[in-house]
């Protein structure tokens, strides 16, 4: 599963073989979640501060993603997209 961000102990994941609509994975420690990449919706949970933290990094990037997501569908290499700084 491709790693495309990480940050603050935070991992952000696509996989190649994922369903729509276009989402990506987050894992931090014990704590995982699907976030779509339009919406923001969440599906699983993650701390507030986490989920805060992801949501901007989300907005900040979300032509990136979805780029990285048509890349996934076509089972191509990801590109890897900058941390929260």
């Known amino acids: 599963m491709p790693t495309i961000s990480q940050f603050l102990g935070i991992s952000i994941l696509m996989f190649w073989r994922d369903h729509r609509p276009a989402h990506f994975h987050v894992r931090y420690g014990e704590h995982h979640a699907e976030i779509l990449i339009?919406?923001?919706?969440?599906?699983?949970?993650?701390?507030?501060?986490v989920l805060g933290l992801v949501q901007e990094w989300r907005v900040l990037h979300t032509k990136q993603l979805l780029k990285d997501w048509q890349l996934a569908q076509m089972k191509r290499p990801l590109l890897q997209i900058r941390p929260l700084e």
């Open 38 to 49: 339009e919406t923001g919706v969440v599906t699983g949970h993650l701390p507030p501060r």
